[in-house]
């Protein structure tokens, strides 16, 4: 679970805090000793309404600060009032010495804490109050037990509050240029890894700027997190842009992520990031990332898995989204718009009952044009089966055509009252579908339609074959073989097949079929390359490069 900053008291901006004198070490002030009123609990008994100020939990010592802690009665639900419950303590801390501190209690399960008094909130650990300045010693605070637990209803317990020298706080990130540390622990962040081995360590040698970078070794195998103490408010749809500057030396992976939580859960590990790899000098990296829905806080952490050897420096987020990189125009084959010499398209296919005739419009019909279709049941002459010309539609239901009969269709144009000759004759299926026959063992990932030859009538542009290889890094495998692109007529003749090589690895991420005007076209290569089309029917060819990003 990640904190947040109260936006209140987190707006201290860095360069004033770094113009102070901090205090020295870390201030503790015991709950009992700085909470009023005394009457409010008793020692080691379990009373309604009363706080019981316990010291005789298992291995007290070792889990409450001086081996005591304010223990509530048990929370089954939120209360509706302060005063349900055990009594709120007011908190009066004193002899603080004059700065700028970060504020958190030190507690168990959530507590009901209030700032002034009246207004409450659900505080459930890390730093309550940022960049707090102090000039007269005090600092005051409420805490109550009116909040419940969903992930496990029971007490809650107010152990000591702690004040920490403030560190910057840009964009809603703490130490963000890691220029704060204890030792070799960079204030505000913390170290994990799934094997319990590697660290992140403060570092003076290597840095990006400012005095300190952050150095994460990592000689495991799973993975590995570098996080923040605290993050920020957001809103469902904010566009952010994370960055961060990275130096590796031979590693598997480094990533700058955006996390979302709602309601204090986790929403998603990333919605959005940055990542490097291998060896490489210092190097900004950037991403761009959208808050989801149901999202009320955000942090950035950088993550990994596997062996590591990084340094990072400088994080930020901030509002906006990464200028697109200005390309040149590419110029290809046509100069101006080209279009297709469709026919009329006419199809005719078996419904439940009678035959289904559909045709298109064209782009030189008149404005009233209707049309009239016509049917032939095996040699017998044609009839029309229209009692009226076709006017508000591009197809016919003819549900009087005879079973156990071959029948074949016409479409007629009819402008001015006129039946136009001569008329497009049908294509008639007993199926709702069009097959086609392929040329080997394999299947088909994408389709295109285009008129190939000129005829006007459509042709195909296949993708093969339709294995499909997730580029994740869990997931990825070699692709066994290469794709290739084919063309066929309209009635099943194939004209030609072109091998993609092995740019392109097998998967939807890397490569798609892209339509032309009298063209069948595929991209070639990653992120750029070459456009294939074919415009007699006879082969493809380069019709333009691009460069890759």
Avoid at 123 to 148: E, H, K, P, S
Avoid at 231 to 236: E, L, M, S, T, Y
Wanted: aromatic fraction near 8%; charged fraction near 25%; include cysteine.
């Amino acid at each position: 679970m990640r904190r947040w900053i109260l936006p209140l008291l987190a707006a201290v901006l860095a360069a004033t805090l770094l113009g102070q004198v901090a205090p020295p070490g870390e201030l503790r002030f015991e709950a009992e000793d700085c909470s009023e009123p005394k009457d409010a609990w008793v020692a080691n008994k379990e009373l309604p309404g009363r706080w019981n100020l316990w010291s005789t939990d298992n291995d007290a010592l070792r889990k409450w600060s001086g081996g005591v802690v304010l223990r509530s009665p048990n929370v089954a639900a939120d209360r509706a009032l302060p005063e349900d419950g055990a009594a709120p303590l007011h908190v009066h801390l004193t002899g603080i010495p004059k700065g700028a501190y970060d504020i958190s209690l030190k507690l168990g399960r959530v507590l009901g804490v209030s700032l002034d008094g009246l207004t409450w909130q659900p505080y459930r650990g890390g730093i309550l109050a940022g960049g707090v300045q102090i000039d007269n010693g005090t600092f005051d605070l409420w805490v109550d037990d009116r909040y419940v637990d969903k992930d496990g209803p029971g007490p809650c317990y107010f152990d000591c509050v702690l004040l920490r020298p403030a560190v910057a706080v840009k964009d809603g990130l703490v130490n963000p240029g890691y220029e704060a540390a204890e030792g070799e622990a960079p204030t505000g962040w913390h170290w994990w890894s799934r094997e319990g081995v590697g660290s992140a360590a403060a570092v003076t040698d290597q840095k990006h700027s400012g005095e300190r970078a952050v150095h994460i070794v990592h000689p495991g195998t799973k993975d590995w997190a570098f996080s923040p103490d605290a993050g920020r408010r957001a809103k469902p749809g904010e566009e952010l842009v994370v960055r961060g500057w990275v130096k590796c030396s031979d590693t598997a992976a480094v990533q700058l992520c955006v996390v979302a939580e709602g309601g204090g859960k986790l929403l998603t590990w990333d919605c959005g990031s940055a990542s490097s790899s291998g060896t490489h000098d210092w190097k900004e990296i950037a991403g761009e990332a959208t808050v989801p829905a149901g999202a009320d806080a955000i942090y950035v952490r950088w993550v990994g898995n596997g062996k590591a050897d990084v340094w990072v420096d400088e994080v930020s987020l901030q509002p906006g989204r990464i200028p697109l990189p200005t390309r040149p125009l590419v110029k290809g084959c046509a100069q101006t718009r080209v279009e297709e010499r469709l026919d009329r398209g006419a199809v005719a296919v078996r419904a439940a009952r009678g035959y289904h005739v559909s045709w298109r419009m064209l782009k030189g019909d008149p404005a009233d044009v209707a049309f009239n279709v016509w049917r032939q049941d095996g040699s017998a002459a044609p009839k029309k089966v229209n009692p009226a010309p076709v006017r508000w539609t591009t197809d016919y239901l003819d549900d009087q055509a005879p079973d156990g009969v071959e029948c074949s269709y016409q479409v007629a144009t009819v402008v001015g009252g006129k039946e136009q000759r001569p008329p497009a004759v049908a294509q008639s299926s007993g199926l709702q579908y069009l097959r086609l026959k392929l040329d080997g063992n394999y299947t088909v990932q994408k389709c295109v339609p285009a008129d190939l030859d000129g005829d006007g009538q459509l042709d195909w542009v296949l993708k093969q074959p339709g294995d499909n290889i997730d580029p994740y890094e869990t997931y990825w495998q070699k692709s066994p073989d290469t794709y290739k692109i084919e063309a066929w007529t309209h009635d099943g003749k194939l004209l030609w097949r072109h091998d993609l090589g092995w740019a392109i690895e097998r998967g939807i991420w890397y490569s798609r079929p892209a339509r032309r005007r009298r063209a069948g076209a595929e991209r070639r290569g990653m992120g750029g390359g070459v456009e294939w089309a074919d415009r007699e029917g006879d082969r493809p060819r380069a019709m333009a490069r691009s460069p890759g990003p």
